[in-house]
């Protein structure tokens, strides 16, 4: 997975923050995401779930979640 361009949240603490998720987009069609403490774990999904999860978030779908 190196040469890939990962890029963080505008929210996160800063360079060298290892407190956020990376993204990062695959050649075929297909989106990364890796926790910046643990990039060795990385998850793949389609661009559309990508995108309908990024509008729940920019929605405020899961900002009150049952704890």
């Known amino acids: 997975m190196s040469g890939l361009m990962w890029r963080k949240s505008s ?5 060298g923050s ?3 998720v990376e993204v990062a987009a695959l050649p075929g069609d ?10 060795t ?11 309908t999860f ?8 899961f900002d009150r979640l049952p704890q």
Do not use: H, N, Y
Request: with cysteine; aromatic share 6%.
């Open 54 to 61: 990024i509008r729940g978030v920019k929605r405020g779908d």
């Open 41 to 51: 774990a990385v998850i793949t999904t389609a661009p559309t779930r990508w995108a």
């Open 30 to 39: 297909l989106v990364l995401l890796r926790e910046s403490d643990d990039p």
């Open 11 to 15: 929210f996160s603490s800063g360079l």
């Open 18 to 20: 290892s407190d956020c």
